[in-house]
């Protein structure tokens, strides 16, 4: 099983509560089509949003797009940072 994750996410989004429940249907359903999408803001490689999609057997699509930062300031401060590392190259 290859467990990679490729997108910055915080803890909050990706341990339990929905997330985890759309992962799990995926893991519980081979062959599944999913997707996860981030969305950004500003410069930051740090994703804002997240959308995940499942679609269902039945041919419904669940989707959500999950907030991917605590607070304003937190992602505010993501945004600081990146621009000043960019400042250094």
């Known amino acids: 099983m290859l ?11 990706n341990r339990g509560g929905l997330w985890r429940q ?3 249907y995926c893991q519980e359903h081979p062959g599944t089509y999913f997707f996860c999408r981030p969305i950004y ?26 907030q991917n930062y605590g607070t304003i300031q937190e992602f505010e401060m993501f945004e600081r940072l990146y621009r000043e590392k960019i400042a250094r190259l």
């Not at 467990?3 to 989004?13: E, F, G, K, M, W």
């Not at 500003?42 to 797009?65: C, N, Q």
């Open 3 to 13: 467990d990679l994750n490729i997108i910055p996410q915080t803890r909050a989004v």
């Open 22 to 24: 759309m992962e799990r």
């Open 41 to 66: 803001a500003g410069l930051s490689s740090h994703p804002k949003e997240i959308e995940f999609g499942v679609l269902r057997f039945d041919s419904t699509l669940w989707a959500h797009t999950f």
